[in-house]
């Protein structure tokens, strides 16, 4: 477990380690969505969650990140160290979901959370994943923001997608997210027999036109972020 320390009167809060808070925390609406948020991209960092909510100001959320934090909601994986303390212009805190968290969104929305040792997960994160989930999620956030500014679009998740578009055989798969396909690869004269892959997008969503009520409605996208 963690070790937890009392932080002197007037000193900084360390970025890596949790320290006893002098009060508990009391979790409401907008934190649900800071932890839907974190779990939806599993990396997130604050400028992003700064942007999904406009209406609380950027020291508001960035407060409350340091109290999810703290309290085990959140965690900080080690994997940025060097973006915070070596890069030149200090990158933003990036958050992944901890226990606490994961236990808070199972037990208010029925997510359904596999049980794991998050902060184990967290700490094995590798530079290169780290690096690909952060940008996919920028770029998510980005559509996020735009539909929220335009007000008569709307995000499609992928579960909503699955859940309402998809044929009920691609429901039932285990990866309904990934689709099979036989390629052949041809080298000099050769040509070699078919091999069937699997090809997952980074990301599948879709936008609903919320002002039009006949013709296209909605668009899809599959996201390969690279």
Known sequence: MM???KLPQGKRRP???RVALPTGIQLVA????ILEAVYRHRLISTKHLIALLPESSP???TRRLQQLFHH???D?????VGDLYLVRGSAPMAYALDRKGAEALSESFRIPLPELNWRAKNRALKRVFYEHTLFTASVMVNFEVACMRRGNVEMMEFPEILATRAPAATRELKRPQTWRARVTSQESSDITSPMELG????RIFGVRFLEKSAGRTTAFFFLEAD
């Not at 090809?199 to 980074?202: A, E, F, N, R």
């Open 59 to 61: 020291q508001t959320t």
């Open 30 to 33: 907008r934190d649900y969505e």
């Open 3 to 5: 070790k937890m320390e």
């Open 199 to 202: 090809i997952t997008p980074d």
């Open 76 to 80: 900080r994986p080690r994997v940025q």
């Open 15 to 17: 970025r890596f380690q």
């Open 72 to 74: 085990r909601f959140l």
